[in-house]
């Protein structure tokens, strides 16, 4: 199975903050990799697919990039809302696996 | 609108059998492959399975293999995860996919010891 290991696990920020979130594959994944949001009591929302691409309707404040086996999430500029718990999947091989997620906090 | 409904999500006895169904509209249900994931209280998510648009593959993460079942009626727009000899650590809320892109709202199955 391929493990999918996010850093940090949680971090602190401030609203218009700029924010990375890293996600590592243990072995190479091409760009088959989405990321997702999840606020509590909610189910995940869906963020970036093929690493990089924006799902419709997400705020562009949101970027993706990466390839192989390191990837990265970044949100150009913290707002209220986007103070959650963000997951990365690969979808490269069966069983798919997500990290283990990085809650954002303030 | 995509739209995705659970449900199903009940308390039983460890050893038990459930089935969680999930009703499917607002797309083509026929034509995608369809998801489980589920979230264990507190922690974090983790797939479960996956049926092809025609139901004749199917994929499943280790731990359920031999015990849970994915299977869908195209007639019906619905998908559904049987579930049998569950354990204690299957305790989670239940999600259903559209290719991974859209969830629904989960079902909570709880299994007592």
């Known amino acids: 199975d391929i493990q999918m290991t996010q850093s940090p696990s949680s971090l602190s920020a401030s609203v218009g903050d700029r924010v990375t979130i890293i996600c590592r594959a243990s072995?190479?994944?091409?760009?088959?990799l989405n990321w997702y949001q999840q606020r509590p009591g909610r189910a995940p929302k869906h963020l970036m697919y093929?690493?990089?691409s924006l799902q419709s309707g997400v705020p562009s404040r949101f970027s993706g990039s990466g390839s192989g086996t390191e990837f990265t999430l970044t949100i150009s500029s913290l707002q209220a809302e986007d103070f959650a718990t963000y997951y990365c999947?690969?979808?490269?091989?069966?069983?798919?696996?997500f990290g283990q997620g990085t809650k954002v906090e303030i | 609108e995509v739209q995705l409904v659970e449900s199903g999500g009940d308390l039983v006895q460890s050893g038990g059998s459930l089935r969680v169904s999930c009703a499917a509209s607002g797309f083509t249900f026929r034509s995608d492959w369809m998801d489980w994931v589920r979230q264990a209280p507190g922690k974090g998510l983790e797939w479960v399975a996956n049926i092809s648009p025609d139901g004749g593959e199917a994929n499943y993460v280790d731990s359920v293999k031999g015990r849970f079942t994915i299977s869908r009626d195209n007639a019906k727009n619905s998908l559904y995860l049987q579930m049998n000899t569950l354990r204690a650590e299957d305790t989670a809320v239940y999600y259903c996919?559209?290719?991974?892109?859209?969830w629904g709202q989960g079902s909570l199955v709880t299994v007592s010891s």
């Open positions: 072995q190479g994944i091409r760009n088959e």
């Open positions: 093929a690493a990089s």
């Open positions: 999947l690969q979808y490269n091989s069966y069983p798919r696996t």
């Open positions: 996919s559209r290719t991974l892109v859209n």
